[in-house]
């Protein structure tokens, strides 16, 4: 079975700092790799996603995630937060040619002005 | 356009009561699911459809029913509720190619529910 796991639980940082999320999955097959963000009241939505390709994916705001095949990896980065940038992230994977969509428990981020 | 639309928004039962959670889409989308959200443990899978008519367990299936009668509803019940499933849950959808797993997931609001 997929499962996905996200190293941080709590990371926190200072406006201007730089941000890496580490998530690793265990899954022996071809899959896509996605990131989503939470906003503190708000529902999940779409930060970037890797099908395949450049293993270097640009989402929304700034975001980045490299997908490391031989590390089972996808971490998620950004050079500089943003207080905006307070949130829970979810790293979620899904086999190729599969229906189901795994979560990791999530990392949340707090950014202080 | 309205999206992934999940009603009630907040609800309070009662242990042993039974419920059903609705959700539509109007995305025409043929991949829906259920996750449950609580602190710590991510978002879970319940349940999930790729098609009316079609279901299947996720990673926590235990207490809940779906059915998938049209490509738009994908309501989840509760058959006895129980403390243990106090939680939020999120509806959500996708468009699914053969071949290409579930592609993005579109997310309804959110529905909090808490089991006394």
């Known amino acids: 079975a997929q499962s996905v796991s996200q190293h941080n639980h709590h990371v926190i940082l200072s406006e201007a700092a730089s941000l890496e999320l580490g998530c690793n999955y265990s899954?022996?097959?071809?899959?896509?790799l996605f990131w989503y963000v939470q906003y503190p009241g708000q529902h999940l939505q779409l930060l970037l996603k890797?099908?395949?390709?450049?293993?270097l994916v640009k989402g929304i705001k700034g975001f980045e995630a490299e997908f490391i095949k031989s590390k089972f990896s996808f971490n998620l980065r950004k050079p500089s937060v943003q207080w905006s940038d307070t949130a829970e992230y979810f790293c979620a994977v899904n086999a190729r040619g599969g229906t189901a969509l795994i979560f990791g428990k999530g990392t949340t981020l707090s950014v202080s002005s | 356009n309205a999206g992934v639309t999940q009603t009630p928004k907040f609800q309070v039962l009662k242990t042993g009561q039974s419920m059903t959670l609705q959700c539509a889409q109007d995305m025409n989308h043929e991949y829906m699911s259920w996750y449950r959200q609580d602190p710590g443990m991510g978002l879970r899978l319940i349940h999930y459809?790729?098609?009316?008519?079609?279901?299947d367990q996720g990673e926590v299936p235990n207490g809940y029913n779906v059915s998938r009668s049209t490509t738009e509803d994908f309501p989840l019940r509760l058959l006895s509720a129980a403390p243990s499933q106090t939680s939020v849950y999120f509806c959500?959808?996708?468009?699914?190619?053969?071949?290409?797993?579930?592609?993005?997931?579109?997310f309804g609001e959110g529905s909090r529910l808490t089991v006394l």
């Open positions: 890797y099908f395949s390709g450049d293993p």
């Open positions: 459809s790729v098609g009316a008519g079609i279901t």
């Open positions: 959500a959808s996708s468009y699914s190619s053969s071949g290409s797993g579930t592609g993005e997931l579109f």
């Open positions: 899954y022996g097959g071809t899959v896509n």
